[in-house]
Nanobody, 124 residues
């Protein structure tokens, strides 16, 4: 069982930055693919970014490439999402997800564990 706890959300003006953190319980964090998803009001949950186990290779949704950076610190059981040049359309609840093994998937149904989410609001 893995528990995920996100933090770092908040209200920011367009063009600003936020860094989200997700701390995972358990001793095998390095073996999990970690991902961030987001869900805006009235919209479906969508993939934002993922990072592979151990090697930490990232992958991004097209609309956030060049603005967001996902990274992981296996010693701290933590995955981060650095968000720069934020836009109002980035407003959503951001959730961290985990799946054991190396997984190339943007489907939320492929991920096993989820955090409770953290609200990010970008004002224009």
């Amino acid at each position: 069982q893995v528990q995920l706890v996100e933090s770092g959300g908040g209200l920011v003006q367009a063009g600003g930055s936020l860094r989200l953190s997700c701390v995972a319980s358990g001793r095998t964090f390095s073996g999990y693919t970690m991902a961030w998803f987001r869900q805006a009001p009235g919209k479906e949950r969508e993939f934002v970014a993922r990072v592979t186990p151990s090697s930490g290779i990232p992958d991004y949704q097209g609309s956030v490439k060049g603005r967001f950076t996902i990274s992981r610190d296996n010693a701290k059981n933590t995955v981060y999402l650095q968000m720069n040049s934020l836009k109002p359309e980035d407003t959503a609840v951001y959730s961290c997800a985990a799946r054991y093994g190396s997984l190339f998937s943007v489907r939320f149904s492929d991920y096993t564990y989820w955090g409770q989410g953290t609200q990010v609001t970008v004002s224009s």
